[in-house]
């Protein structure tokens, strides 16, 4: 089973980017597609973006498309969203997911915070 730790998260003002990163344990890492999701307070966790095994074919929630970007880099078992033009409806805990077959795992979690 693929473990993952995220990192990046931080207070940001509305306009403002940030890199989060995901990674991931093991030598598997390139048969699992990942995605990455987030949970504001009092809210169910919605989908953010989604990327297949190779990098090749993305997907992202109308809500970020434009403004964020997910990326992976194989070779070291990371993979990123880069956000940008944050708003305040933006800020949330971000979790990643890695999904093959039947598999799941999950991270902790890293906090986004957009503030005014």
């Known amino acids: 089973q693929v473990q993952l730790v995220e990192s990046g998260g931080g207070w940001v003002q509305v306009g403002g980017s940030l890199r989060l990163s995901c990674a991931a344990s093991?030598?598997?890492?390139?048969?699992?597609?990942m995605s990455w999701f987030r949970q504001a307070p009092g809210k169910e966790r919605e989908f953010v973006a989604t990327?297949?095994?190779?990098?090749?074919?993305?997907a992202y929630a109308d809500s970020v498309k434009g403004r964020f970007t997910i990326s992976r880099d194989n070779a070291k078992n990371t993979v990123y969203l880069q956000m940008n033009s944050l708003k305040p409806e933006d800020t949330a805990a971000y979790y990643c997911?890695?999904?093959?077959?039947?598999?799941?795992?999950w991270g902790q979690g890293t906090q986004v915070t957009v503030s005014s």
């Open positions: 093991g030598r598997t890492f390139d048969t699992y597609t």
């Open positions: 997911m890695a999904v093959r077959g039947a598999s799941r795992a």
């Open positions: 990327i297949n095994w190779s990098g090749g074919t993305t």
